[in-house]
């Protein structure tokens, strides 16, 4: 009997797949941070057009500040100069801080201003020395004094700023409704309305003024920070960078399949 070679099978070599776990997440990134970008694009008209608007209402005639303040109607008043007169309450002056201003450690000084038949408002003074920090509520005129502030809305504490103590006079931060409380609330006429004192001076004399623990005010200038033009230039590049990524992964997928024999 004739033996009959037994023939070996026919092996085919498996392809790879087009479409992988790997592929489909470095498509779908490109696509994720380009429309970041474009959110970031967005973000950034806005809040320049934000930051035109503060700087007009800024640069406009200073207003008198009402007897009885509309708190409702601040946020849209923020920024704006108002005049107003008043004599101080040193007893319920906070210092806020620490703050460093050019290298130097110190506080703000807030001061309730009592005026005559109208609301008490809270005035950051601006920056005192840490040296000179506590002795700095003597230099609070005792008479009635005209001030020149601009008008702000409450701070936002950002998740690693302490908790305030009123009890201890320790103040991270400008919760304006606590300080105002402090200052006797609403019983004795004090509304939790938070001015800036604007202080036009010279180098010479912000130095002079330090030196002596009299409070340096804040510059009549918007400080509303814009990062919204490097998040744009960031998502971006990195869209950029991703979808180059993707045509090499995906050219490498095609010539490897190219050699594969059918």
Request: net charge negative.
């Given at each position: 009997m004739e033996s009959t070679a037994s023939t070996p099978p026919a092996y085919t070599t498996k392809r790879e797949r087009w479409i992988t776990p790997t592929m489909v997440l470095v498509g779908i990134i490109p696509i994720f941070t380009f429309a970041l970008g474009?959110?970031?694009?967005?973000?950034?008209?806005?809040?320049?057009?934000?930051?035109?608007?503060?700087?007009?209402?800024?640069?406009?005639?200073p207003m008198t500040l009402p007897k009885r303040v509309n708190l409702s109607a601040i946020p849209d008043f923020a920024y704006r100069k108002v005049m107003f007169k008043g004599r101080w309450d040193p007893e319920h002056a906070v210092l806020l801080g620490p703050r460093v201003r050019?290298?130097?450690?110190?506080?703000?000084?807030?001061?309730?201003?009592?005026?005559?038949?109208?609301?008490?408002?809270?005035?950051d003074r601006g920056f005192v020395t840490k040296e000179l920090a506590d002795s700095c509520k003597k230099h609070l005129e005792s008479g009635e004094v005209q001030v020149l502030g601009m008008l702000r809305t409450s701070h936002v504490r950002n998740t690693f700023t302490p908790d305030n103590h009123p009890e201890k006079g320790e103040w991270?931060?400008?919760?304006?409704?606590?300080?105002?409380?402090?200052?006797?609330?609403e019983k004795a006429g004090v509304q939790p309305v938070y001015i800036e004192e604007i202080?036009?001076?010279?180098?010479?004399?912000?130095?002079?003024?330090?030196?002596?623990?009299?409070?340096?005010?804040?510059?009549?200038?918007v400080d509303v920070r814009n990062s919204h033009a490097s998040y744009v230039a960031t998502w971006y590049a990195l869209s950029a960078f991703t979808s180059v990524m993707f045509i090499r992964l995906l050219m490498k997928q095609r010539q490897a399949r190219m050699r594969v024999p059918r």
């Open positions: 474009t959110w970031q694009v967005k973000r950034l008209k806005w809040k320049v057009a934000l930051i035109d608007e503060l700087e007009e209402k800024l640069h406009r005639e050019n290298g130097t450690n110190g506080y703000h000084l807030v001061v309730p201003l009592v005026r005559e038949n109208g609301s008490t408002v809270l005035v991270y931060w400008a919760d304006v409704d606590a300080m105002a409380e402090h200052a006797g609330g202080f036009e001076g010279h180098a010479g004399e912000i130095s002079s003024r330090l030196s002596r623990g009299i409070p340096v005010g804040r510059a009549p200038i």
